[in-house]
């Protein structure tokens, strides 16, 4: 089974960036989507960017011109760049992935990881 580690969340005032990192143990990497999920407390988990096997992208409004999603097949690791960061983009951030977009809600790639915590406050 592929295992996902997150990586590189932190505290971080309003307005600030952060750049997370998620590797993949094993798996076919490169012909999956693969995207960022976050969990805030007392919320469902959400799909936050995707990214496919050929690099087009995908990202929730409330993200959108603020988060870059990016991979690199060759290493199997995703990558989250964000900026201008809020307090509402607290959360755990993880990682996962799917051969089918539809499958995206519940992705199948690779076991859950223990997630990397975002927390944007003054």
């Known amino acids: 089974q592929v295992q996902m580690v997150e990586s590189g969340g932190a505290l971080v005032q309003p307005g600030g960036s952060l750049r997370l990192s998620c590797a993949a143990s094993?798996?076919?990497?490169?012909?999956?989507?693969m995207g960022w999920y976050r969990k805030a407390d007392e919320k469902q988990r959400e799909l936050v960017a995707s990214i496919s096997s050929f690099g087009s992208t995908d990202y929730a409004d409330s993200v959108k011109g603020r988060f870059t999603i990016s991979r690199d097949n060759t290493k199997k690791m995703v990558y989250l760049e964000m900026n201008n960061l809020k307090p509402e983009d607290t959360a755990v951030y993880y990682c996962?992935?799917?051969?089918?977009?539809?499958?995206?809600?519940?992705?199948?790639?690779?076991?859950w990881g223990q997630g990397t915590r975002v927390t944007v406050s003054s």
């Open positions: 094993g798996g076919i990497f490169s012909i999956n989507i």
């Open positions: 996962n992935g799917a051969y089918y977009s539809d499958n995206m809600d519940r992705p199948d790639f690779g076991n």
